[in-house]
């Protein structure tokens, strides 16, 4: 069976940075894509930043140049660093996946989740 195991996450100070990390397991498409969402309280899911399996990305407008997303193919993993964290960051981050086609950012495309993990931005 397929499994994201999603680690890392907690408190973060404001203006400083968050790095994620999910293992999959039970998956072995061929092509694919990964993405990490995120839903704040009272607030919609939305997604933040996808990877293909030939490593195209795409952001979020409110991340773009401070998120990265890769893909560890040895360890299975995909990854998703930030940095300048700020309040407005704070929320519960998803990851997931899916074989074949999906937009990125799209979370009705994906098959497979994470079980979360929640991220608080302090100052």
């Known amino acids: 069976q397929v499994q994201l195991v999603q680690s890392g996450g907690g408190s973060v100070q404001a203006g400083g940075s968050l790095r994620l990390s999910c293992t999959v397991s039970?998956?072995?498409?061929?092509?694919?894509?990964m993405g990490w969402f995120r839903q704040a309280p009272g607030k919609e899911r939305e997604g933040v930043a996808g990877v293909d399996f030939d490593g195209s990305t795409m952001y979020a407008e409110s991340v773009k140049g401070r998120a990265s997303i890769s893909i560890d193919t040895t360890k299975n993993t995909v990854i998703l660093q930030m940095t300048s964290m700020d309040s407005e960051d704070t929320a519960m981050y998803y990851c997931a996946a899916r074989g074949g086609y999906a937009y990125p950012l799209s979370e009705h495309d994906f098959q497979y989740w994470g079980q979360g993990t929640q991220v608080i931005v302090s100052s």
């Open positions: 039970g998956f072995t498409y061929s092509t694919y894509c």
